[in-house]
């Protein structure tokens, strides 16, 4: 580590102390919850209170790590191996003790056992896990999700069946450009291959991935929305619950933001165009990795706040089996919720892993507004996106309101702008017309398919080279 990142401060991933401890006690809770974490260092020969190098001493260095590795070896279950080394900053010697995401979750202290021995990193602190983390924890340490699991008792009914195997393939036909004859309906063996239902004994049995697709059974899957005055949750303009199967919690969250941002427009010839004061792909981004990446054993549900200043959304559990929040800014993912995933994957709500929140980050820039932000608030995850600056000077696009006389059916507006735009460069693709329109990729394909059948436009090639032209 560079003496910059030392001096940052305790956080989730890093401790100090300023001298060794002679009990291991006083730091084995660390080592714990690192390893149940995402990982972390613990420096030795830093004052965690001024930040101060004090260094140890340099006769004692290898002493002190072998006392540190027998330690670690002696206190934790199931084992734990650091990595410990030792650096030279301005003359003064510093241990550094890193202790790696554990595969073998959970780990604890052997003294305390598995019920009061677990510890997990909040913030710059660790503390002990209570029952719904712990389970968690073994879950994630036996390669299991939840929603993979049975949901005991929970009766599966013909209706239900037909209902989800319905709705997955109208997504899939929205979603396609090819005929929709030529999409084959979704079956209770697909629905049993994406571990929704499970055969035992001739019975079939819901898994709580399928409760959460096609009913509002758990009371805590739900979204929470509100609009408030100011910036803070003080006063309530308008709120609204939202429960039911999760895709359609998504779309009436999605909605109820849309209703309460501002729209602009302004006529240019014979086009009018227009656009909401938030980039919609990254409304929608934000609310549908709530959704697909909450922990559901967290009796909480989803919030999405909106303020004068900024669009909150806030999901329950940290960002999940080690991940820390740089390696999700540069694209990495785990996945907590297989089930749910792999349906949304099918439904084409969500597209590439790992993807998220750099969409975000890229709709946020093409508007002009401040960065989002990404956060870890305790055992929750939000994400902040910023409407635009009172200060900054509007856009000429965004000053003209929509006048009555103006409104026109909002298949034609879109049809417009596509056509303006294959005017200008020759043609269009899928995703070109996605982020032009701020629309979900199945939504685009729809339009764009509807088009062509107008002859407004033509297609050509195949799948993901397919380019629409004039018609």
Known sequence: MIFEELLKGESK??????????????????????????????????????????GVDKDSVFQNMDRIANAISDSCEPQIIPDITFQNIDGKCVVIVE???????????????????????????????????????????SHMSWDEQICVGYPVTQHAVNKLCHDIHEHMVKAMSEEAEKI??????????????????????????????????????????????????????????????????????????????????????????????????????????????????????????LYDDRLEVTSPGMLYGGLTLEEAMNGRSKIRNRVVAEVFSRMELIEEWGTGIRRILKRAEEYGLREPEFLEIGDTFRVNLYRQDPQKPIKKADKKPIKKADKKPITQERQEKILSYVKEHGAVTNKEAREMLGLAESTTKRLLKQMVQEELLKEQGEKKTRIYKLG
């Open 184 to 305: 084959p309906e979704v079956t209770k063996e697909q629905l049993i291959g994406w571990k929704l239902l499970r055969q035992s004994e001739g019975e079939l049995m819901a898994t709580n991935g399928f409760v959460l697709l096609t009913s509002d059974y758990f009371p805590f899957a739900k979204i929470q929305c509100a609009l408030f005055k100011g910036n803070d949750r003080d006063e309530f303009i308008d709120k609204k619950e939202y429960t039911g199967p999760l895709y359609e919690q998504i779309e009436g969250a999605y909605q109820f933001v849309l209703r309460h941002i501002s729209r602009s427009a302004e006529i240019d010839g014979l086009i009018r165009k227009e656009r909401y004061e938030l980039p919609i792909g990254a409304i929608r981004e934000m609310i549908i990795n709530a959704q697909c990446h909450r922990n559901f054993m967290d009796n909480s549900c989803i919030q999405i706040a």
């Open 99 to 141: 202790i790696y995401p554990g595969r073998n979750r959970p780990y604890y202290l052997k003294n305390a056992g598995k019920n009061r021995g677990v510890y997990v990193r909040v913030a710059g602190t660790s503390r002990l896990a209570d029952e719904t983390k712990i389970r968690e924890l073994e879950l994630e340490g």
């Open 13 to 54: 991933n890093l401790e100090y102390k300023s001298e060794l401890p002679v009990k291991s006690e006083k730091y084995m809770k660390s080592v714990v919850a690192f390893a149940n974490t995402s990982g972390g260092k613990l420096i030795i020969g830093i004052d965690d209170e001024t930040r101060k190098v004090v």
